[in-house]
């Protein structure tokens, strides 16, 4: 089989994840107030999520969610839960937090999100809100991800309805896998570009000076999209 009969699906699909969202957010967050690297973490933590779902939907679990709806509602009432507590864990550190002082010299040294001394240098704040209670260490930020992908469980609907209407019918399982594979590559470089450019010198200097602000604002959104998942 070809890649042409997939390329609308992959065009639709890279259009979507680039669209903002908690996805994007979450690994802003880890890369402007972290490291580069804490901010790929967190990426992987969010392609991670992305597969639990995209597999589910290519395997036909969204047929088992629609027949028992209250397993859907069950899903989207734990994802809002999550979403909101994340956000005012967010906004309950970032009003504890005091005026940065950096000076010229604190930001040359640790502006590069690419050496070892930038996540030690985070401020301390910063972790605590960062995600999960579950777990200090590297796999914070990979779970902050993973976590935050998950709380939404719209996207089961949509993975299914998208691999219902541009996925050929007669797609083999080795394609199917190589399709997924394709997604999330390119879900993966979408959030380490995204990892990559929020970690620039400039950027982390800007974001600590308003972090406090900036943390308000992060853990707002975060409340306002876990209250949209709140069923009605």
Known sequence: MSWLPLLPLLGV???VVMSPGPDFLIVL??????????????????????G????????????????FEWLYTTARVAGALFLVAFGVATIRAARRQSPPAYSDTADSDTADGDTASADDAAPADDAAPAVNPHGP??????RAGLLTNLANPKALVFFG???ASLL???TDLVMR?????????????WFSAVAFLAGSPWITRGYRRLKKRLDLLTGGLFVGMGALLIPR
């Open 177 to 189: 896998v190589v399709t997924l594979g394709a997604m999330l590559a390119v879900a993966f470089a």
């Open 29 to 50: 967050r880890y890369s402007a107030g972290g490291s580069r690297r804490s901010g790929v973490r967190a990426a992987a933590g969010v392609v991670t999520g992305i």
């Open 13 to 15: 699909w890279i259009l």
């Open 137 to 142: 260490g590297r796999l914070r930020e990979w």
């Open 52 to 67: 639990v779902w995209a597999v589910a939907g290519l395997f036909g679990v969204t047929v088992l969610v629609q027949r």
């Open 168 to 170: 050929p019918h007669r």
């Open 161 to 163: 309805a998208l691999f």
